[in-house]
């Protein structure tokens, strides 16, 4: 019905239901009365203002399977919310609601939030949900009736599933190892592999990455070793977040709980859809059979979470299998025209319509280079300075993306230290932590290098990884290394001597290296997983040539870099933020999986790798700026980046 009518009487359709407005009273009379409506806001209707897309979608009907193809900036959250305000406002039947769910509590909060501002009520309260997918999945599935598939009695009659991480190694999971040992895993316990609804097969799980073992691969006896040890796990009341998805799976065969589930929420509408894992999916397809309509709204070129189980191709397939009707929202209110091009262009789309402000005179989308990662190193503050003297930008909106956090992020965080150079570290972690403007990222980088210090130092012959801010191998709970590193840090920042940068690298040294490991043996005690080996000789010492010349003089160019306000991080964290400016730096090389070097975004249109970089360049409203290898950049790869929308220039 809402396919044939005009924006007017789509605006006139919504705020009736919406704002309780008269039918025979016009928006116009309403900004006119000065109506008290929810949705004036500053003198102008937050409902008139959307696009004839967005409003075509809050009027389509619940009853059809529709999948909202929205690109990048298209305000697809607060059309969600609205169409939420919407359909509860409308809504007649006491016992039963409709479930929003996308992927994060603060996703599902934002929604929540656009509700509530427009309906105007206390919440988004029963018979309606508002939550994640996963929650949903626990609270209405796994935990009410897993234990039907399970066989789990439960406590003082509490059924309800306790979840293990598949990383555990918890002493009280030997009870729940496999009979059998498997190649080089050793004997297995349940928590470390799962059902995999879509492949059907068994997945085991892996530090690096998950590799799959089907079904059909494994031996008769080792099949039924394994299904015995899960079926052990389970039946003692544990899981781990894959396996309910299996749980839900066997609950929703059970014809009865289907549909008491299709009564109590017959329409499902589903954002952040690109993310949606083969699991999932599989789980939607049994809902659907069920009756249930679903909508799915999202931006399949950004989905970046291969690793996590969510494939394009897969969603796409599903999509087009289950007969979805496709609505698009193509006006990207984020971004203007140039950056929307390179966009597209990245990923072979056409039709973004960019309705951003442009406000600089010069190129927006522009590349320049870095010749090794000392020059890469200088990165954050060479856009720094490029951006500062820019009064429309916002430095606390701009943002450094890189793909691999050992490749690029822990290389430009180091600001410019090197190995040769380590005793810079802990002069570089405390300063960094007592500033009290710091961000986030700032403060990791503080923990990140003070961690390193301590690894290197306090236990030299164990490895560790820059992932987990260096943790021990020595030390199984990477948690609380990070809570003792930051233990640490604080009790250094209350020491004057400590703090005190305006002596001499000889006496700073010294006073540290009498009082740091005194330091790292108490701050210890609270945790029962951290033991400090006893250190003998000096662990930290002048750096050469260094001995005289004041701490802080020494330092003041990383100390520059180190505050530096820029927010260095990884595509996959800055996914659905709007920014001012973006800087997204290429890998030096191609080497490992080239996910994080800049041919490889461009090689394939339909690859995961060009929409890593699709997802980082369609963050900024202003400037879009790539940072490329220099020894890359021959006269085809130059024309290249011209035909893709870019300019070089230096900064």
């Not at 999948?67 to 697809?76: D, E, R």
């Not at 994060?104 to 018979?127: H, K, M, W």
């Not at 990245?346 to 990662?373: A, R």
Request: proline content about 3%; hydrophobic content about 35%.
């Amino acid at each position: 019905m809402a396919d044939c009518q005009d924006k007017d009487t789509l605006v006139e359709q919504i705020a009736c239901f919406i704002c309780n407005k008269p039918s025979d009273v016009s928006i116009d009379d309403c900004l006119k009365q000065n109506r008290p409506t929810i949705c004036l806001v500053y003198g102008k209707c937050r409902i008139r203002e959307k696009t004839e897309e967005q409003l075509r979608y809050v009027c389509s009907s619940l009853n059809k399977k529709i999948f909202l193809n929205a690109c990048p900036g298209s305000g697809k959250t607060e059309v969600v919310g609205l169409k939420a305000a919407y359909e509860i406002k409308r809504w007649k039947i006491p016992h039963s609601g409709i479930a929003f769910l996308t992927f994060t509590n603060n996703a599902a909060s934002i929604i929540r939030e656009r509700a509530i501002q427009l309906t105007g009520v206390d919440g988004v309260t029963y018979p309606h949900y508002v939550g994640t997918i996963d929650s949903w999945f626990h609270r209405y599935i796994a935990h009410p009736f897993g234990n039907r598939v399970t066989g789990y009695k439960g406590i003082n009659g509490d059924c309800s599933v306790r979840i293990i991480e598949d990383s555990s190694d918890a002493a009280f999971l030997k009870s729940f190892k496999t009979k059998y040992a498997y190649n080089n895993r050793g004997n297995l316990s349940a928590n470390k592999y799962y059902y995999d609804l879509n492949e059907g097969g068994i997945r085991f799980w892996s530090k690096n990455k998950n590799s799959v073992s089907g079904i059909s691969q494994l031996l008769d006896w080792q099949e039924k070793d394994l299904r015995n040890t899960k079926s052990k796990f389970l039946k003692s009341g544990f899981a781990t977040y894959k396996d309910m998805y299996f749980i839900c799976s066997e609950v929703l065969k059970i014809n009865q709980i289907t549909q008491l589930l299709a009564e109590r929420f017959p329409y499902i509408v589903i954002d952040e859809c690109q993310d949606l894992s083969s699991n999932q999916l599989k789980l939607m397809e049994q809902l659907i059979g069920e009756g249930i309509s679903i909508h799915f709204v999202g931006d399949l070129q950004q989905s970046i979470f291969e690793f996590a189980g969510a494939f394009q191709g897969v969603i796409n397939d599903f999509i087009t299998k289950n007969n979805f009707l496709q609505m698009l929202l193509t006006g990207n209110f984020r971004s203007s025209q140039p950056i929307v091009n390179v966009c597209d262009k990245l990923v072979n789309q056409k039709g973004t319509i960019g309705f951003g402000e442009q406000k600089d005179k010069n190129p927006i989308c522009i590349y320049t280079t870095y010749t090794d990662e000392i020059d890469m190193s200088s990165l954050p503050d060479r856009f720094y300075q490029f951006l500062i003297s820019r009064k429309h930008i916002d430095i606390e909106k701009v943002a450094i993306l890189a793909r691999g956090y050992n490749s690029v992020i822990s290389k430009i965080r180091s600001c410019g230290v090197s190995d040769k150079t380590i005793n810079f570290y802990p002069p570089l972690a405390i300063n960094i932590w007592q500033t009290q403007s710091c961000s986030i990222e700032q403060l990791d980088e503080s923990i990140s290098l003070i961690g390193k210090f301590i690894s290197e130092r306090i236990f030299p012959l164990q490895s560790s990884r820059a992932k987990s801010s260096y943790c021990p191998d020595s030390i199984t709970s990477p948690i609380q290394w990070r809570l003792y590193l930051a233990n640490i840090l604080s009790r250094c920042c209350t020491d004057k001597e400590m703090v005190n940068f305006q002596q001499s690298w000889s006496t700073w040294a010294k006073y540290f290296d009498g009082n740091f490991v005194d330091i790292l043996q108490t701050e210890a005690k609270a945790f029962d997983r951290i033991v400090i080996p006893s250190v003998d000789g000096k662990i930290l010492i002048s750096p050469k040539g260094e001995a005289k010349k004041m701490v802080s003089t020494c330092m003041q160019n990383h100390i520059s870099k180190s505050i530096n306000p820029l927010r260095i991080t990884t595509f996959h964290k800055i996914k659905g933020e709007t920014l001012h400016a973006t800087l997204v730096i290429s890998s030096p090389t191609a080497q490992g999986n080239g996910e994080g070097y800049w041919l490889k975004w461009l090689e394939d249109p339909n690859s995961e790798n060009a929409r890593f970089a699709y997802v980082a360049s369609s963050r900024p409203k202003y400037i879009l700026a790539w940072a490329l290898p220099k020894q890359s950049l021959n006269e085809k790869n130059k024309q290249m980046l011209t035909q893709l929308g870019f300019s070089e220039e230096q900064i």
